[in-house]
C-alpha cells in the first residue's frame, strides 16, 4: 500500500492525532510513512509493536497518551510461565527463579496494566505455549489491549492457534535465528526447535493470524555480510513481519562488547529497514530503530514494563531490575517508584550501561529495588529523543 495513504488512512482512521499538535502529528505521520499499511481480518496494521490503527487499542495510545499525556506504561510483557523446552543462548529469561504467578495474578495483573494505561501487551516466557491458561490469559488481555505472542512455536497445533485468534490474538513472532537448521538448533540446545518453527509459522499463517518472524540478529552474521541471505530466507517464508532485534548485554554470559553491535551497525540496521520497506514483501520492523533518537528512544521504566513469570517488576524485558513484586506490593505502586527513577533516554539502557551490573552479579539477578535506584542514578540520561522533545516542547515534561 502506497506510504502517503497509509498516512492518509492512519489519520482517518483515528482523527484525535490533530488534537495533539501539528509537531507532534507531523513527526508520527513521518514515522508512519516508514512502513505500509497491512490488511488482516479488517485490521490496519503499521506493524506489530503498534495496535491496529483502526482499533479500539490504538485509540486508546492516542486519547490517553498522546492528548491527555498519561504517565502511566503504554507497552508492557508478562512471561506467562517460565517453562521451556529450549536453552536458548540469548534467553533473558533463563536464570531467573521463584515461585510461578497463578493464573488468577496473572489475570489480575492484565487488569490493572490496562487501568495505569497499557494498550499493547506482550506475552512470553519461557514458553507460552505451555502454558494451560494461554487462551483465557489472551482473552483478558484482548479485551482492552493489542495482544502479541512471542512464541518458539514448540507445542502449537492448529487447534490451539484456531483458540488464540478467537480469543482476541493480534499478532505472534515465532523466533528464528538461522536459515540453517544445525544452527538454528545449536543456538537453542533444543534437537528439532528448527523444525518446529517452521511448522509453527504454517500453523498460525493458516489460522489467520498476523505473523511473523523474531530474529536475534547476532553480530557475527552481520560481519560476514549475511544479513540480507537471511532476510531473504525469511521473506521466502510468507511471513508477515520480520521482527529484528539483537543480542542484547541483559545476563552475565553476554557482557562482552565483542557479541554486542557498535552504534554505526545499529544505524546500518535502520537504514536497512528503510531500504527493505520501500520495497514489497513482509514489513522490517526492527526494534534498534524504535529506540534510536530519532524516534522513540528508551522508554524503559516509563512507557515500557515488564512482569516476569514470578511477578517481579523490571524496567523492559532486557533489563535485570526489580522494583516490587505484583503478589505481594500493589501494582501502582511499584510503577510510581519505578517511573521515578527511569528517565526518557535517547539510547537503550541496558545497551548503554550494562556494565553497572557487573559488580551484582555475585548478589543474583534482577537486581532489588533499592540496588536498582542507586544504580540508575549512576546511569546518565542523556537527551530525550526526538518524539519525547516535541512531546515536552507541547506540553512540558511527563511526571
Avoid at 557487573?358 to 537527551?383: F, H, I, K, N, Y
Wanted: net charge positive.
Amino acid at each position: 500500500m502506497n506510504k502517503a495513504w497509509t498516512a492518509v488512512r492512519s489519520m482517518l482512521a483515528n482523527p484525535g492525532l490533530v488534537k495533539a499538535g501539528p509537531a507532534l502529528g507531523l513527526f508520527l505521520l513521518g514515522y508512519m510513512r516508514k512502513f505500509r499499511l497491512r490488511e488482516r481480518g479488517g485490521h490496519l496494521i503499521l506493524h506489530s509493536h503498534l495496535p491496529p490503527l483502526n482499533g479500539p487499542a490504538y485509540g486508546r495510545f492516542v486519547t490517553e497518551h498522546l492528548v491527555r499525556r498519561r504517565s502511566g506504561p503504554s507497552h508492557a510483557q508478562i512471561a506467562v510461565t517460565n517453562e521451556c523446552p529450549q536453552r536458548c543462548d540469548f534467553c533473558y529469561n533463563r536464570d531467573r527463579a521463584g515461585t510461578p504467578l497463578r493464573k488468577d495474578e496473572i489475570l489480575r495483573t492484565i487488569d490493572q496494566l490496562a487501568e495505569a494505561g497499557v494498550f499493547w501487551l506482550g506475552l512470553t516466557g519461557g514458553e507460552p505455549l505451555t502454558s494451560p491458561d494461554l487462551v483465557e490469559i489472551v482473552a483478558r488481555g484482548a479485551a482492552r489491549c493489542a495482544v502479541k505472542l512471542f512464541t518458539t512455536g514448540c507445542g502449537l497445533t492448529p487447534a490451539l492457534a484456531r483458540d488464540l485468534k478467537a480469543a482476541g490474538l493480534f499478532s505472534v513472532s515465532v523466533s528464528l535465528d538461522h536459515w540453517d537448521e544445525a544452527e538454528h538448533d545449536r543456538g537453542r540446545h533444543y534437537p528439532g526447535a528448527y523444525r518446529e518453527a517452521l511448522r509453527a509459522i504454517g500453523i498460525f499463517r493458516d489460522a489467520g493470524l498476523d505473523t511473523g518472524a523474531s530474529v536475534v540478529l547476532s553480530k557475527a552474521l552481520m560481519e560476514r555480510g549475511q544479513t540480507a541471505r537471511f532476510l531473504g530466507f525469511l521473506e521466502g517464508l510468507g511471513v508477515d513481519e520480520i521482527w529484528l532485534s539483537e543480542v542484547k548485554p541483559t545476563i552475565p554470559q553476554l557482557w562482552d562488547e565483542a557479541l554486542l553491535l557498535t552504534p554505526d551497525e545499529r544505524n546500518e540496521l535502520r537504514a536497512l529497514q528503510d531500504r527493505h520497506n520501500r520495497g514489497h514483501g513482509p514489513t522490517l520492523n526492527y526494534l534498534g530503530h524504535f529506540e534510536g533518537p530519532a524516534h522513540f528512544g528508551c522508554t524503559a521504566g516509563r512507557k515500557m514494563v515488564y512482569v516476569d513469570a514470578f511477578g517481579e517488576v523490571s524496567p523492559c524485558v532486557f533489563v535485570p531490575m526489580t522494583f516490587g513484586n505484583v503478589r505481594t506490593e500493589p501494582l501502582e505502586g511499584i510503577l510510581r517508584t519505578m517511573r521515578s527513577a527511569c528517565r526518557f533516554r535517547s539510547r537503550c539502557l541496558i545497551n548503554e550501561h550494562y556494565g553497572l551490573l557487573r559488580d551484582e552479579a555475585a548478589r543474583g539477578l534482577p537486581v532489588g529495588r533499592d540496588r536498582s535506584v542507586e544504580l540508575l542514578q549512576r546511569a546518565r540520561g542523556g537527551q530525550p529523543s526526538r518524539f519525547f522533545e516535541l512531546h515536552a516542547r507541547r506540553y512540558g515534561p511527563q511526571p
